[in-house]
């Protein structure tokens, strides 16, 4: 797989693994050796970047995804590069099963939870370390001098905050360079677009989540699909409601028949068009099969010229489509 350069020097894979899914939000939890050989055979592949958090677990190990992380590629260390995240726990006293996110990115609990996500990890630093999400009680210049002061320590290398505004990222960055932003973004989610400019002038990577829209961009999922409802976040998705398969239908047609132009998947496609969007741009799609990995990283050999990348965006603007998940709704403390 080619690589990309998020940031001033942090070289990843074109396309980076999301592992959430091992341990959290889509369905019953991967058995452990299981989990643990995907992960090693995404590498395998040629993925070098690894996107983790202490916060995806399982009800039995709240810290379980880290760890599945860490086993997995301790002997590798050094040829990875390792992504987790900061600032974030879930409201256990909701029923939801999507629970709301409620932020702490005090400097002391940052301290306390880099420490552990380096003993889980088995490593002695963290290749690039997200702010979960804002924190609306802690200034961003704050947040930033304990990852300035954390890079000078070795605990870190680079550091990035999820789910970023421009305010938000400017005043970060003047205290301490952010390496890259990770937001949520794919052909139904593209709010975060207006922020290529900004990303652009401070030279600030941008890592795509849920790049294919939470699996529907796939072409997998029809107007039967059926999600636990205790367990997997996309029971509770608009997007994967009989009426959006409906609404859909002409978007994956597309995908569908621009797939078979190109010779590859909607999947690759719906990939391609982000990667032959903006060199800065690396999607972490999250597929826990390996035959999904291979094909996911075959993505970046799939190439949509500057005009078919703006004729998309043309019928993205005004071709039907439903409601899609915006996001984990964020309590105060």
Known sequence: MTDRVLGADLTVSAVGLGCMGFSHAYGAPTERHEAIRSIRAAFDLGYTMFDTAETYGTAADPHDNEKLVGEALRDVRDKVQI????????????????????????????????????????????????????????????????????????????????????????????????????????????????????????????????????????????????????????????????????????????LHNLAEQKGATPAQISLAWMLCKKPYLVPIPGSRKVERMKENAGAAEVVLSPAEVETLDKILDTIPMSAVFGGTAVKSR
């Open 83 to 254: 992504v987790t995240k900061f600032g974030i726990r879930f409201d256990e006293t909701s029923t939801a099963v999507n629970k709301p996110l409620i932020p702490d990115s005090r400097p002391e609990t940052i301290r306390s939870l880099v420490e552990g996500s380096l003993r889980r990890l088995q490593t002695d630093h963290i290749d690039l370390y997200f702010q979960h999400r804002m924190d609306p009680q802690v200034e961003p210049e704050a947040v930033a001098q304990v990852m300035a002061d954390l890079i000078r320590e070795g605990k870190i290398t680079h550091w990035g905050i999820s789910e970023a505004t421009e305010d938000y990222l400017r005043r970060a960055h003047a205290v301490c360079p952010v390496t890259a932003v990770q937001n949520r973004y794919s052909m139904m989610a593209r709010q975060h677009e207006a922020l290529f400019p900004v990303l652009e002038e401070l030279h600030v990577g941008f890592v795509a989540f849920s790049p294919m829209a939470n699996g529907l961009l796939t072409g997998a999922y029809g107007k039967d699909a059926k999600f636990d409802p205790k367990l997997d976040y996309r029971s509770a998705m608009p997007q994967f409601t009989p009426e959006a398969a409906d609404q859909n239908q002409e978007l994956l047609r597309l």
